[in-house]
């Protein structure tokens, strides 16, 4: 199965990226995104405002899961900001794998 790459459009449109500590919240999801009234809610009243991608592999960098595939947080952080995904490898300049 290969791994689908979220747009730069639809990240912006699902997280909020916050430079001052570096991380990624969700965003409200409009109602058109969900199948359901009640799902829309439900899903807005969990994660909207709330901290995303904090899990950490066993590399230590932070990732998550957005549309079936897993992404590290600083790779999604690098797309909202320079409007591209990177290519090939990209590191934390600190070396701190989890800022």
Same mark, same amino acid.
């Given at each position: 199965?290969?791994?689908?790459?979220?747009?730069?459009?639809?990240?912006?449109?699902?997280?909020?990226?916050?430079?001052?500590? /570096?991380? =990624?919240?969700?965003?409200?999801?409009?109602?058109?995104?969900?199948?359901? %009234?009640?799902?829309?809610? *439900? @899903?807005?009243?969990?994660?909207?405002?709330?901290?995303?991608?904090?899990?950490?592999?066993?590399?230590?960098?932070?990732? /998550?899961? =957005?549309?079936?595939?897993?992404?590290?947080?600083?790779?999604?952080?690098? %797309?909202?900001?320079?409007? *591209? @995904?990177?290519?090939?490898?990209?590191?934390?300049?600190?070396?701190?794998?989890?800022?």
């Amino acid at each position: 199965m290969t791994k689908i790459i979220p747009s730069v459009d639809y990240l912006r449109l699902v997280f909020r990226y916050d430079p001052e500590n /570096g991380k =990624l919240y969700w965003r409200a999801r409009p109602r058109e995104m969900f199948k359901s %009234a009640r799902d829309w809610r *439900a @899903w807005n009243t969990l994660y909207a405002e709330k901290e995303a991608f904090y899990s950490k592999d066993r590399k230590g960098y932070l990732y /998550g899961t =957005l549309l079936g595939g897993k992404h590290r947080a600083h790779r999604v952080i690098w %797309a909202i900001v320079k409007g *591209a @995904w990177p290519e090939g490898e990209i590191d934390h300049e600190d070396g701190i794998r989890d800022n």
